[in-house]
Every structure is written in structure tokens, then in C-alpha cells.
T-cell receptor, first 110, second 114 residues
Framework: TQLLEQSPQFLSIQEGENLTVYCNSSSVFSSLQWYRQEPGEGPVLLVTVVTGGEVKKLKRLTFQFGDARKDSSLHITAAQPGDTGLYLCAGTNTGNQFYFGTGTSLTVIP | KAGVTQTPRYLIKTRGQQVTLSCSPISGHRSVSWYQQTPGQGLQFLFEYFSETQRNKGNFPGRFSGRQFSNSRSEMNVSTLELGDSALYLC?????????????FGPGTRLTVT
């Protein structure tokens, strides 16, 4: 069962544009992580959000956890080619099992 | 602090053979999880080990097995390899940070079955 749906699945934009990636579920999560993965490598943890409504910023990336802790968004301002990669969200409930989203493949064209 | 390491990075095997992959977690992390990643199915959870015990298991056939040693290093084994087992196998170690866990991934082992 796929608990987390990400949209869009693919995104190709020009350098300097803004974008938002969504991660949605019908389940409540106690925490949610965002990762970026480059081809042939493992995902790299970007951020963890744990409180409903929480907003975290990482340079040009802004992460928000939904009030009901069922969804999250990732907004990138002024995208750069170095932002290219596969973005994955992952939710956890009680315990240590992670449920991964379907992924969003981002390409930023110089 | 060193990150999660996986060996080997690349592996080519023939159908019917078996394979063992190794993972060394971040120092101090006692939980190790294994995932299979393919273009069509995304990241699929295989199993999680904590203090040498399997704590969670995904929906994979019994050909996939794992174990964890007292130093938290983990191995996963796939027997009777099939073409569909070709994938990137990822290991992640995690640490409880208050009321939630954070997971850190290794670079993966790329397995090709011919």
C-alpha cells in the first residue's frame, strides 16, 4: 500500500524559476522527512518536520508540515542546476518504520 | 563521524546465484533498515534490524533475508537470484531523536542480475 503520494512526478524548469512539490497522505504521521537523491547514490536527508503547521527553511528550500500532519510541501525559490535530483518524502508513525513517497524527479535547466 | 557505508558498490550476478550485501551504520546507530529501489517501484522496504533482532519486515519473498551483528553491522542475502532482483539496494541507519527517528542512507549497492 502506497501511503504517500507525491506530485508532480516529473518537473523540468528553467534556472531561476520557483517550484513546489507536494506530499499527500490520508494517514497521520508523527514526523516527516524530505530527502534528495542523485543518480546512483543514496538519498540525503534534507529536513525533518514534526509539529503540525511547522515551517523550516534551508537556504532557498522551504518545507511545511500540514496542520493535520497528513501532508507536506517543499518550495524551492530561484532553482539552480544543483537542485536537480529525485526528491522523496517519508513519513513515520510510532516506531521506526518509514513510508516513502513516490518521488518527484526535478531537472533544472541552465 | 563517518557515514553509512555499503559494500560492494556494484555487483553482477547470474540468475540462480546468491548474493550477500554488507552495511556498516553510523557509529552509535543501532537500527539498520534495507530498501530495494527500482525505477518502476520506487523505494520498497525490505526489513529493519535493531539490536540484532528483526523488528519490521516488508512484503518480500523469503529469498530475501538479513541479519545484524552485535556491532550493529548488517548483511542482507538474496538467494536464487531472479532478473527482477536487479536494483539499487540501500541501507539506512537511524537514531531516535526524541519522539521521532531520523534515517541516514548509504550510497547503495547496484546489483545487476543477468
Amino acid at each position: 500500500t502506497q501511503l504517500l503520494e507525491q506530485s508532480p512526478q516529473f518537473l523540468s524548469i528553467q534556472e531561476g524559476e520557483n517550484l513546489t512539490v507536494y506530499c499527500n497522505s490520508s494517514s497521520v504521521f508523527s514526523s516527516l522527512q524530505w530527502y534528495r537523491q542523485e543518480p546512483g547514490e543514496g538519498p540525503v536527508l534534507l529536513v525533518t518536520v514534526v509539529t503540525g503547521g511547522e515551517v523550516k527553511k534551508l537556504k532557498r528550500l522551504t518545507f511545511q508540515f500540514g496542520d493535520a500532519r497528513k501532508d507536506s510541501s517543499l518550495h524551492i525559490t530561484a532553482a539552480q542546476p544543483g537542485d536537480t535530483g529525485l526528491y522523496l518524502c517519508a513519513g513515520t508513525n510510532t516506531g521506526n518504520q518509514f513510508y516513502f513517497g513516490t518521488g518527484t524527479s526535478l531537472t533544472v535547466i541552465p | 563521524k563517518a557515514g553509512v557505508t555499503q559494500t560492494p558498490r556494484y555487483l553482477i550476478k547470474t540468475r540462480g546465484q546468491q548474493v550477500t550485501l554488507s552495511c556498516s551504520p553510523i557509529s552509535g546507530h543501532r537500527s539498520v533498515s534495507w530498501y530495494q529501489q527500482t525505477p518502476g517501484q520506487g523505494l520498497q522496504f525490505l526489513f529493519e534490524y535493531f539490536s540484532e533482532t528483526q523488528r519490521n519486515k516488508g512484503n518480500f519473498p523469503g529469498r530475501f533475508s538479513g541479519r545484524q551483528f552485535s556491532n550493529s553491522r548488517s548483511e542482507m542475502n538474496v538467494s536464487t537470484l531472479e532478473l527482477g532482483d536487479s536494483a539499487l539496494y540501500l541501507c539506512a541507519s537511524s537514531l531516535e531523536a526524541g519522539t521521532y527517528y531520523e534515517q541516514y542512507f548509504g550510497p547503495g549497492t547496484r546489483l545487476t542480475v543477468t
